[in-house]
């Protein structure tokens, strides 16, 4: 599976971005998606996943009421769009594909990323 982020850049504090994460592959509905972000000198850290059927999501404290996350699974994408962003934000997005596992939070439990997008919000 190869996994195509798009969609970062700068952005003012208070604007919105979508991004968008390209899949291959023909089993793209049975994936669940997640999308990470590390800042400088941070760690990575979980900012939103969806299940295969789209039914079931799940957000960072941090991003909760701002984010979305949405798939289209004829179009092997996943889609986080991003409102009300704030400097704290900044970080190169991935998104990233779990194949089997048991905690859709968990990095460790991915088995695909993506190249990461930047995204810069000023203040």
């Known amino acids: 599976v190869q996994l195509q982020a798009s969609g970062g850049g700068l952005v003012q504090a208070g604007g919105s971005l979508r991004l968008s994460c390209a899949a291959s592959?023909?089993?793209?509905?049975?994936?669940?998606m997640g999308w990470f972000r590390q800042a400088p000198g941070k760690e990575r850290e979980f900012v939103a996943a969806i299940r295969g059927d789209s039914v079931i999501t799940y957000y960072a404290d941090s991003v909760r009421g701002r984010s979305t996350i949405s798939r289209d699974n004829a179009k092997n994408t996943v889609y986080l769009q991003m409102n009300s962003l704030k400097p704290e934000d900044t970080a190169v997005y991935y998104c990233?594909?779990?194949?089997?596992?048991?905690?859709?939070?968990?990095?460790?439990?991915?088995?695909?990323w993506g190249q990461g997008t930047q995204v810069t919000v000023s203040s």
């Open positions: 990233a594909a779990q194949t089997s596992g048991y905690n859709i939070r968990a990095g460790a439990e991915y088995d695909f």
């Open positions: 592959g023909r089993t793209f509905s049975s994936y669940k």
